[in-house]
T-cell receptor, first 110, second 114 residues
């Protein structure tokens, strides 16, 4: 079964705007990760947030985690054309299984 | 620089043939994984290994096998290829501190079974 589900499925914004995508999950988790995938390439790890953390930052990325709502959000500030990619969340559940969402496709328009 | 490489990048085969996809990493990671990626689905785990001579079945292991004879390589074999195995296959590795944390991925193998 699919644990993490990203929302929206696709997002198109102007360069310079902020992009927000969300991930919801069903069971308790140990941690949640976000990955980026450029077209035709493998996934690249962006950031990991543990279940006892609420917010983490990495450069232009900000991730929040709300365990009461079983959801996370990824914010990319001041978007650039190079941010065009698909973004996936992955949750590690209490059985140490890593479950992936189907991804959000982000398009940054120049 | 350390890396993880997959070969071939593209493969076309016929139903019933045996196919082996290669994965080689120079990170010296103990943990290695094989995933398949299909449109509309998240990554699905096929097999994984936590070290030499260790292999484990994942969520969608039927029809696939792996072997781990050294740290660097985890080849994935499709015993008798089926059209349902047409997919993009990704190999990944991670270090021992958290096997499911910060995975490094190869660039993928696009497999078509005709």
């Amino acid at each position: 079964s699919q644990q993490g589900e990203e929302d929206p499925q696709a997002l198109s914004i102007q360069e310079g705007e902020n992009a927000t995508m969300n991930c919801s999950y069903k069971t308790s988790i140990n941690n949640l990760q976000w990955y980026r995938q450029n077209s035709g390439r493998g996934l690249v790890h962006l950031i990991l947030i543990r279940s006892n953390e609420r917010e983490k930052h990495s450069g232009r990325l900000r991730v929040t985690l709300d365990t009461s709502k079983k959801s996370s959000s990824l914010l990319i500030t001041a978007s650039r054309a190079a941010d065009t990619a698909s973004y996936f969340c992955a949750t590690e559940d209490s059985n140490y299984q890593l479950i992936w969402g189907a991804g959000t496709k982000l398009i940054i328009k120049p | 620089d350390a890396e993880i490489t997959q070969s071939p990048r593209h493969k076309i085969t016929e139903t019933g043939r045996q196919v082996t996809l290669a994965c080689h990493q120079t990170w010296n990671h103990n943990n290695m994984f094989w995933y398949r990626q299909d449109l509309g689905h998240g990554l699905r785990l096929i097999h994984y290994s936590y070290g030499v001579q260790d292999t484990n079945k994942g969520e969608v292991s039927d029809g696939y096998s792996v072997s781990r004879s050294n740290t660097e390589d985890l080849p994935l074999t499709l015993e008798s290829a089926a059209s349902s195995q047409t997919s993009v296959y990704f190999c990944a590795s991670s270090d021992s501190t958290g096997p499911n944390e910060k995975l490094f991925f190869g660039s993928g193998t696009q497999l078509s079974v005709l």
